[in-house]
C-alpha cells in the first residue's frame, strides 16, 4: 500500500521560509518522478515544482523560481521542498505527488504538470503565510 506524508506546513509571516517533507513508502521511490502542487481555496491546483527520479532535473513555476527548491533523498524515500521569501500570495494546501516513468518524467518539461500524471498523492499540509 502506498503512503504518502507530507509535513513542515504551518503558519508564517511574509519573507519567512518553511521546508516541507513528503515521506513515502510502499512504492519504489527512486522510480518516479516526484512533484509538488498546491491549491488555494477557490483555484485550481497548480504545479509548483517537479524533479526527475536521479534527482538531476528540476523545474519550478515562474511564481516560485528562484525562492523554492525542491531536493530528494532516494535512501530515506523522501521528498523536500524548500520555501523562502513567502509571500501571503503562496498560501495554499501543498501536496506531493508520484508520477510514473511511463506518464511523466520532469525532465524536458514545457509547462508545468496539472497533476493529471501522477498517480499517487499525499493528503496535503497547509501553508499560511500572514502579510
Known amino acids: 500500500q502506498v503512503r504518502m506524508v507530507e509535513s513542515g506546513g504551518g503558519l508564517v509571516q511574509a519573507g519567512g521560509s518553511l521546508r516541507l517533507s513528503c515521506s513515502v513508502t510502499g512504492l519504489r521511490f527512486d522510480y518516479y518522478a516526484m512533484g509538488w502542487f498546491r491549491q488555494a481555496p477557490g483555484k485550481e491546483r497548480e504545479g509548483v515544482a517537479c524533479?526527475?527520479?536521479?534527482?538531476?532535473?528540476?523545474h519550478y513555476a515562474d511564481s516560485v523560481e528562484g525562492r523554492f527548491n525542491i531536493s530528494r533523498d532516494n535512501d530515506k524515500n523522501t521528498l523536500y521542498l524548500q520555501m523562502n521569501n513567502l509571500s501571503p500570495e503562496d498560501t495554499a494546501m501543498y501536496y506531493c505527488g508520484a508520477a510514473e516513468p511511463s506518464r511523466f518524467k520532469c525532465v524536458v518539461v514545457t509547462a508545468m504538470p496539472t497533476g493529471q500524471e501522477f498517480g499517487y498523492w499525499g493528503q496535503g499540509t497547509q501553508v499560511t503565510v500572514s502579510s
Open positions: 524533479i526527475s527520479w536521479s534527482g538531476g532535473t528540476t
